[in-house]
């Protein structure tokens, strides 16, 4: 689906369909999470209260295991 940034007020932003809304089952005032890709692309998806605690739960795992994970990125 091609989509236009528009300007909106002083920002930018991205208008969704409300057909793609629907389907996504959001709708305004809703939050959503945006991830960013290796190849400039993104990812939007419905922004679930758990996602900060899973964030929590990984950094502490990538600190205690910080030496493992360099050895394997090797």
Same mark, same amino acid.
């Given at each position: 689906?091609?989509?236009? &940034?528009?300007?909106?007020?002083?920002?930018?932003?991205? &208008?969704? /369909?409300?057909?793609?809304?629907?389907?996504?089952?959001?709708?305004?005032?809703?939050?959503?999470?945006?991830?960013?890709? /290796? $190849?400039?692309? &993104?990812? #939007?998806? /419905?922004?679930? $209260?758990? $996602?900060?605690?899973?964030? @929590? &739960?990984? @950094?502490? #795992?990538?600190?205690?295991?910080?030496?493992?994970?360099?050895?394997?990125?090797?």
């Amino acid at each position: 689906m091609k989509l236009e &940034i528009k300007k909106i007020g002083n920002s930018t932003g991205l &208008i969704l /369909p409300k057909e793609l809304l629907a389907r996504l089952g959001l709708s305004q005032g809703d939050h959503v999470l945006v991830t960013e890709g /290796p $190849d400039r692309s &993104i990812s #939007v998806t /419905p922004y679930a $209260d758990d $996602d900060e605690e899973t964030m @929590r &739960i990984a @950094r502490e #795992v990538m600190k205690e295991y910080k030496s493992t994970l360099k050895a394997l990125a090797k």
